[in-house]
């Protein structure tokens, strides 16, 4: 047996060398006992008789490019297994292309955590300013690897930060850059860093990057798996910008994009040079011959507001969907039936208010049978709130009851922020508007979120009863 000793720092080079020194003495893989910074010595400990070498070892170059990161993978059989392919390539020099071969797979698949360890390290490295008032910057960062990869991977670091000193302090290894030379020490205890102010930035920055509408929780935590996050100063937001993610969507969703204000200035202007239907007659005839923007094309029919003409509720949805634009009637489809229940339940009955939406014709897309609803754009709602207006001056509500973004655009003038100004009123030029989501809102939402979510929307309701009877009989 003969026990070869690895170093912990220079790993690749010895084992290269040692490894083709046994071939050449022709040492089968079994005599080996390889000793990777010293962890066998004191069970092995033999005599180790210099390989005599019995002419050249020809490696062939892919098995070079595997094995020099291979060295770098922590488990203990890697310099075994690698030997043992190596010796078996000498008779059997097809080997390398076998993609079936178990051993070679293996060692490939090793490998491959290498590169992964590897560009993970590029990617959670942080490190800390240390402040030491020399003429370059100096830094510092605790970094744990799953594998050793702090050897092959400071070379890219030296060249990336060229002109600043730093170190790379790991359980096993320190890579030191100083004055540009790159050294590497044995175990140095985790220092004790500086907080460093570049990391409150950092957090910011990084919360401002997450996307909540395109988190993926499972693959983020792949991409950046936890054991990382205790080094790495912005993931001590990650948790909390999880949590809070569905709700920032809806929030996202329902803010939709706006317009430039130079254009709707302009659809504006355009507006208030035509005058207001004076009656229902007039507004009716008016209305069922909009083509003020394209939406009327393709819809079935224009829907117009219904109840009660001098209802003291108004309540304003977004636009009809495809059981409104075939009835040519608000809210009788699934977002209206689940409104009437909740409503009812709230004590709010829909008979006594006029109900009807921010934009009057169907904006979908076709898709073979199925008409797909679209989210209204600026420009529409623009175009549509000329009837709104009509409708309201003709009603002449207490309270306006929008629901939704649409809604809450057309009505204010933003949509923005609509999860945190629900439940309230706010004034403007149509009178007292009381906010709260779209009860398609609701129809989307997981059943875990649906209850709580529904409670809510019962409590807007119940709220807005409660404004318009104060509304309605002023103390
Ligand atoms: N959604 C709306 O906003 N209005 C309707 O009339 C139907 C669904």
Redesign the pocket.
């Known amino acids: 047996m003969h026990t070869i000793p690895l170093p912990r720092i220079g790993t690749w080079e010895a084992w290269r060398t040692a490894a083709r020194a046994c071939l050449a003495a022709r040492i089968p893989p079994e005599d080996i006992l390889w000793d990777f910074a010293g962890s066998e010595a004191e069970l092995f400990a033999t005599d180790l008789p210099a390989p005599t070498v019995r002419g050249t070892v020809k490696v062939p170059a892919d098995f070079v490019d595997m094995a020099k990161w291979v060295v770098w993978h922590a488990d203990p059989q890697r310099f075994a297994r690698l030997y043992a392919l190596l010796w078996r390539l000498r008779l059997d020099k097809g080997v390398m292309s076998d993609r079936a071969d178990p051993d070679l797979a293996k060692l490939r698949q090793m490998e491959k955590a290498v590169h992964r360890c590897k560009h993970k390290m590029r990617a959670f490295v942080r490190f800390r300013d240390l402040r030491t008032g020399g003429p370059r910057r100096s830094f510092a960062a605790w970094f744990e690897p799953t594998h050793h990869t702090v050897e092959p991977n400071a070379p890219f670091f030296a060249r990336r930060f060229a002109d600043m000193d730093w170190m790379i302090v790991t359980p096993d290894i320190t890579a030191r850059f100083t004055d540009g030379t790159l050294t590497f020490h044995e175990g140095q205890p985790k220092p004790d860093l500086p907080d460093d102010a570049t990391e409150e930035l950092w957090g910011t920055y990084f919360k401002n990057i997450f996307n909540p509408a395109r988190l993926k929780v499972k693959a983020m935590t792949a991409e950046m798996p936890k054991k990382y996050w205790k080094n790495m100063p912005e993931a001590q937001h990650i948790p909390d910008l999880i949590a809070h993610a569905e709700a920032r969507v809806r929030d996202m969703a329902e803010a939709g994009p706006t317009l430039a204000p130079a254009r709707v200035a302009k659809i504006r202007a355009q507006l208030a040079e035509t005058p207001q239907p004076a009656s229902w007659n007039l507004l009716d005839a008016d209305l069922h011959n909009c083509t003020r923007c394209p939406l009327h094309g393709p819809a079935t029919q224009v829907?117009p507001g219904t109840g009660p003409r001098d209802a003291a509720l108004m309540i304003v949805?977004?636009?009809?969907?495809d059981a409104?634009d075939l009835e040519g009637l608000?809210?009788?489809?699934p977002?209206?039936q689940l409104f009437d229940r909740l409503a009812a339940q709230a004590g709010l009955d829909r008979k006594t208010a006029f109900v009807t939406?921010a934009v009057k014709h169907f904006k979908f897309e076709q898709r073979g049978k199925r008409r797909i609803h679209q989210n209204p754009n600026t420009s529409e709602i623009e175009h549509c709130r000329f009837w709104v207006e009509s409708e309201i001056k003709l009603v002449k509500p207490k309270l306006i009851l929008a629901?939704?973004g649409t809604a809450a655009e057309s009505l204010t003038g933003t949509r923005k922020g609509i999860l945190k100004r629900r439940g309230q009123i706010e004034d403007t030029p149509h009178g007292p508007v009381f906010l709260t989501v779209?009860p398609?809102y609701l129809l989307r939402l997981p059943d875990h979120a649906r209850e709580e979510a529904e409670q809510a929307f019962r409590a807007d309701l119940s709220g807005a009863v409660q404004a318009l009877t104060l509304l309605s009989h002023p103390a």
């Open positions: 829907v949805g977004e636009q009809p969907g409104e608000p809210f009788v489809g977002a209206g939406n629901m939704g779209h398609s």
